[in-house]
């Protein structure tokens, strides 16, 4: 499963059964903390997922910043509640990505935040899974 973790959202794709293909699944608003691991926790047993891959937004010049600070305290949040291997993915560029592809498919600028953050999550996972692929 992988995850786009923001601050208002979190974007969730799964793989195939091959681990091939990345497929967004789910946009998460957030609420609290608790309910938001509850959602995956949720996910995570509903599709039998046994690896996180979480992006992890650093900067241009590959460093941590806050936002990567922010993202690595929920996993550790995650990590209390859920007993999962989670490994994280560079997510520099996947919204940009994420936002050309949506502009390709001709979806309305005012339309596309509902699917940004999941799309991605897909990018995320899909990286990982190629880089997996290729050893």
Known sequence: MGLDVGDKTIGVALSDPMFLLAQPIETIKRKKVKDDIKRLKEL????????????????????????SMKVMSFVDLIKKDIDIEITYEDERMTTIQSEAVLIDMKVRRENRKRYIDKIAAAFILQTYLDRRKNG
Not at 46 to 61: H, R
């Open 44 to 67: 995570i047993d509903e599709n039998e997922v046994n690896l996180l891959v979480v992006g992890l937004p650093k900067n241009m010049n590959n460093s941590i910043g806050p936002q």
